[in-house]
């Protein structure tokens, strides 16, 4: 498993509805039910959007090796397309080829979310803290820090209180300072939620992940 293999994806049969998962073991409890255990979920960048839980009837795919992108050039990017598929020995023309439209944005071009953001408190203010992640080159462990991956690093910060959004700026580095002149300019008290999510140039903003926070 730890090398790639037991792999699926689970979804919702939309274009963007899925999640990449793997597992260690699958046990035949009935008829074509299997309780699949040692379960790795949101893999390659798919826990930006997966749910606490699949419903029941949820689309289940057991992938036979790597799935390849999609040639997809960047002016496609959000334009209905038209595609065709079946047994890859016959024809397109054959009769068991479907056809389908589908309007692509480019999601192995979004951004990852970031990782153990986190909240500290001190006389400067509220300091939020990251890690960055990376969707390309990111399996080595000798190299000091990922690859970037984007054409710059820039986050996009959102402070909210009471879902009202009070305030919204971009960073090129994984911290921020929520300083006291800002939060007297926003005139915030008790509790907010933070939200921090990598920009890319090409895809724009990526998931976003949450922080409490109380002043």
């Known amino acids: 498993m730890l090398a790639g293999a037991n792999t699926a ?37 798919s826990d930006g959007i997966m749910p606490v839980e699949w419903p029941a009837d949820s689309r289940f795919v057991l992938l036979d090796g790597t799935p390849e992108q999609i040639d997809l050039p960047l002016n496609a990017r959000g334009v ?3 595609f065709r598929y079946g047994p890859a020995r016959r024809p397109l023309d054959d009769p068991s080829y479907r056809e389908r439209r589908a309007t692509f944005a480019g999601e192995g071009l979004r951004p990852y979310p970031v990782a ?22 990111g399996d080595s462990w000798t190299a000091p820090e990922v690859p970037l991956g984007e054409e710059s690093e820039r986050y996009l910060v959102r402070v909210f209180k009471d879902g009202v959004q009070l305030r919204e700026t971009a960073v090129s580095g994984p911290h921020w300072t929520y300083g006291g002149a800002d939060q007297s300019a926003d005139g915030v008290t008790g509790d907010l939620r933070i939200e921090v999510a990598q920009m890319s140039a090409v895809y ?5 992940k ?5 002043i």
């Open 9 to 45: 994806v689970i979804g919702n049969g939309t274009v963007d509805g899925w999640e990449v998962f793997q597992f260690a073991e699958a046990e035949l409890v009935a008829p074509d039910t299997y309780l699949l255990r040692q379960r790795l979920r949101g893999q390659a960048g």
């Open 80 to 82: 209905e397309r038209y």
């Open 116 to 137: 153990h953001l986190q909240c500290t408190k001190d006389s400067d203010g509220l300091n939020i803290d990251w890690i960055r992640r990376t969707r390309i080159g």
């Open 204 to 208: 724009g903003t990526g998931p976003v």
């Open 210 to 214: 949450t922080v409490f926070a109380s």
